[in-house]
């Protein structure tokens, strides 16, 4: 499977391996959101370091139209990106730039742990998300 999710204190957390595309992404987090541990308003970290490819602008485009659906609907409160440093990075900081019109936070990391703990910090300093 190329995208793999775990549902843990109150965060989806989602791991790309190197084949992984945009609709695989978008597949696994239609599954995550039936998995039983699911509950709405959620945070999201999506770990995409180990794919092998660089996201195209249309991968990019394509997942943050999709999170920020779901933002809107109230189903993730807080997302974030974490990627290798480089272009990949490169191409997340697009990403964060193009989502600034979703209404959950959503911030690019190079460290998973940092990236879990600002999606815990955020749930933790509000009542929503």
């Known amino acids: ?11 989806l957390s989602m791991v790309a391996d190197e084949s992984a595309t945009a609709e695989d992404w978008t597949a696994a987090i239609d599954e995550a959101m039936r998995s039983p541990g699911f509950r709405p308003g959620m945070a999201l970290v999506a770990d995409a370091r180990r794919m092998a490819r660089i996201p195209s602008t249309r991968d990019v485009f394509v997942r943050v139209e999709f999170v920020t659906r779901l933002s809107k609907e109230g189903l993730i409160s ?7 440093e480089g272009v990949q990075y490169g191409m997340g900081r697009m990403a ?8 959950s936070p959503f911030r690019v990391f190079t460290n ?11 749930r933790a300093g509000s009542t929503g998300g």
């Open 1 to 11: 499977m190329p995208v793999t999710y775990s549902v843990e204190r109150g965060v």
């Open 78 to 84: 807080r997302w974030a990106l974490v990627m290798t």
């Open 112 to 122: 998973v742990d940092e990236a879990m703990a600002w999606v815990q910090a955020g």
């Open 96 to 103: 964060e730039a193009y989502a600034e019109s979703s209404p």
